[in-house]
């Protein structure tokens, strides 16, 4: 077999390093490609200029544009055969990265869990990104449900890594040399500062986009992510490509532009659930809530805990869960993550 | 409140300049995507080669291009609220835009009427893109009709300014340096100059294309232009997104190649408006007229005024306007410019 | 008549060159866009830093980039008015495409032949694609059929060349300085090296992508290519737009990924046929067979010669042919190309 079948929970073993292949150039065409598939407005990852204002070389690439593809070069590898893709935690980005660096991404397994059914188990795995000169620019830790392929394969010792809730504020890395002390709010885009966000604040983003084939397969594939689901409309019954949950994350997060324009990077992500899943014709829109605040070195820098709720009908105003604890239908992405902010 | 509610018609006061947020770095991404979303062969926008026979150091992004990007930032400011797009005039562009110039953007008021029925008034802006050297690269004027938030306020007084019905070819801008003596009329696709022109003459331009839904919300998107009615399926009772005019110009425009190849650059806009909306599955037929003619004073260049009109039928024979005076139901955009050619 | 007509049969003498318009500068956003319209994933085109371990200076541009731009150009002179593409030959890619690099292409005419029924004829040619040094890059013969404008004209003096069946294995050029002697297995995605392959192997690449109109639409306009069929839905009776051949060869080519992760560049194509033609909502899947293997100069290199065939439907295992010779409804593209790999 010369195709990549991809891996079942038996051939992961914890301390394993797995090196992803392929390695990206991003650049200019991904940024253009990024704001035709997005609304995003963020005004740091939009000018040079306002970039240069607030202290930085250039304008940095979206920071989802550095999760997507360091994610992407991961799935041949983590879940092209995964059942469930369960969760996200401890994703920290570490520094910007520029038009023409070049990405890669490998992952080291950090425990695995056989289901009680003999047949499936969770797999952990600790995802780091570095550029072209060996620096990290991304980790983060995700877990996927995944079928053995033998059956009798003796189940492995249990190895459950400690998670942490939330990336702790102290350890949040604000890029090197960023300062909003001479912050322009017009150019920007809001004159709402991280002294006007409370906790408890709810923001609903008012805008909905209307999700296309075509648009999120283009996403999908730009950041060569692979997984049939999202391009093979005869792999379901029902002829549906699933959406893949990264396209729903960025349609939301720049969704939030809208009530959240300050919030120009996110630094770190502290847990994700795709509720739901997205499907071609769905309206996507978005809700953010204020979780906490966090001061940091940087000068003017202000740090806001935000929860970001993506859902396919207009239900902001209902709770995200129903009385079993199960989330709502309609709701599609639960994220929770750190941006930073003029103070 | 902290999402944009966009502005209402008591909100204008003539004299005001509002900046507009999120200038934009523009480049080689922006420019390929224009490709993939219009048909764009203008020789002088394709090559740096070209542009360079051209006595221009590279290939400028399209005219279009820096239009949409201008226009898309004042939409939050303008037209979020809108009722309708009234109308365009007196648009110059001031000097090319390189791959790597970033673009800013802001309108003065310079007129307001409020309309007979006190709900809605029409203003009036003068919006200008600077590059980040600070100079003007494009200038324009529109109006629009909006609703007022509040039925009590008071008419402020009417101001309507006086605007030409076209620019004057003295004031046209030939880009600096462009030079068409020894121009390449075989690289450029057509054998037919300025001269071969006549007043009065049409030109079918043939082709049609049948607009996707993926695809202008990609354009639209591209330019930072956030209407929702261009992308929320859910926004109308028949729900279909309604196209962003400008993707209706950029298509025409970019179909007048098969006819008016060598019409290198718009130079400026003299009036334009959206007859019809366009909506998905339509298919955009255009054809041209030679308005006027005029001389420039760079080598080689003479200038065309040229009506641009745009239709979703087959029905380039008949009359723009029915008995009434109204637009028949398939022209979509009926667009006076001037173009620069070689003489 | 000002708009571009297309030639006709009788409008091709046998050593006539026509120099194709509208030379264009590509660059990083064409590389994204082809990352997205396709899933591209060879690491030669897609990462500097791969690129570079195997002596090239940077990332050439995807090879079938510069087929399609070279390609395209030639449309409007050679195959708007064809009836049938009937085949290529004998394309060879001389050297790699830079970002940034200028294609021009011209076309010599090399064969005419009337066909018995007095309406049509078949006409060869020889199109060359140059950079903004005048050096070669790209060469390839194709036929076309195409309508006489007046059946009354004379038939020319029949004229048919004579083209090899494949290109010989000693003409191949491998792009200067490339050496394959420490490449990368992990980085690159798969184990298997030439040696690996034997000639009659046939290797199923597993995934299918579903096409849809705004992807095939917004590919062809990229490469300039204007064909009315691939964008009028008011061209046939059936309102389906007839998709350019190129866009199936990309998607078998790039499918063939997972398979042949390290048949790194196309060096020629020896012959190509599109066996059926491909409309939205086909879901097209590849298969390929080692045809041939040959060695080459260049360190750590060999060229496999592959049958690359696309279908719409699960027919990998079925025969290309029906017992009539002609091929079964569901095939798309039956290729025949040289490829290098690391030995």
């Known amino acids: 077999m010369k195709t990549n079948a991809g891996r079942f929970f038996e051939d992961y073993r914890v301390g394993d390093t797995i090196v992803h292949a392929i390695p990206r150039t991003v650049g200019s065409g991904e940024r253009a490609l990024y704001h035709a598939l997005y609304p995003a407005r963020h005004a740091l990852s939009s000018a040079d200029s306002f970039a240069q204002g607030c202290g930085l070389p250039a304008s940095p690439l979206d920071d989802l544009i550095v999760f997507h593809t360091v994610f992407g070069k991961s799935v041949p590898d983590i879940s092209l055969n995964a059942v469930a893709n369960l969760g996200y935690a401890e994703a920290r980005f570490h520094r910007p990265v520029w038009p023409g660096d070049t990405l890669a991404s490998r992952s080291t397994v950090i425990g695995v869990k056989q289901n009680s059914n003999g047949k499936t188990g969770v797999v952990w795995v600790h995802t780091e990104g570095h550029n072209q000169h060996g620096d990290l620019v991304l980790d983060f830790k995700r877990w996927v449900m995944l079928r053995k392929r033998d059956l009798d394969a003796p189940a492995p010792e249990t190895v459950v890594p400690e998670l942490s809730d939330a990336v702790a504020p102290g350890s949040l890395h604000v890029p090197h040399g960023l300062d909003f002390s001479r912050y322009d709010t017009v150019a920007a885009g809001s004159p709402h500062r991280w002294s006007d966000y409370e906790v408890g604040e709810k923001i609903d983003h008012v805008d909905g986009v209307t999700i296309e084939e075509a648009e999120h397969m283009l996403a999908t594939r730009l950041w060569q992510n692979t997984a049939k689901v999202h391009f093979d409309a005869t792999n379901r019954e029902d002829g549906r490509r ?10 939301a997060r720049t969704l939030s532009f809208n009530g959240l324009a300050n919030a120009q990077m996110m630094v770190a992500i502290n847990a994700g659930a795709h509720a739901n899943p997205c ?41 995200l869960r129903d009385e079993a604890g199960k989330y709502r239908p309609d709701v599609l992405l639960d994220l929770d993550y750190w941006a930073v902010m003029p103070k």
Chains 1, 2, 3 share one sequence.
Do not use: N, Q
Request: charged residues 20%; glycine residues 14%.
């Open 279 to 319: 499907f071609a014709g769905d309206t996507v829109r978005a809700w953010s809530e204020v979780l906490d605040k966090a001061d940091t070195d940087a000068a003017g820098v202000g740090a806001l805990r935000l929860r970001l709720v993506a859902t396919k009908g207009d239900s902001g105003a209902l709770p």
């Open 242 to 251: 699933l959406i893949y949950g990264g396209h729903v994350i960025s349609m």
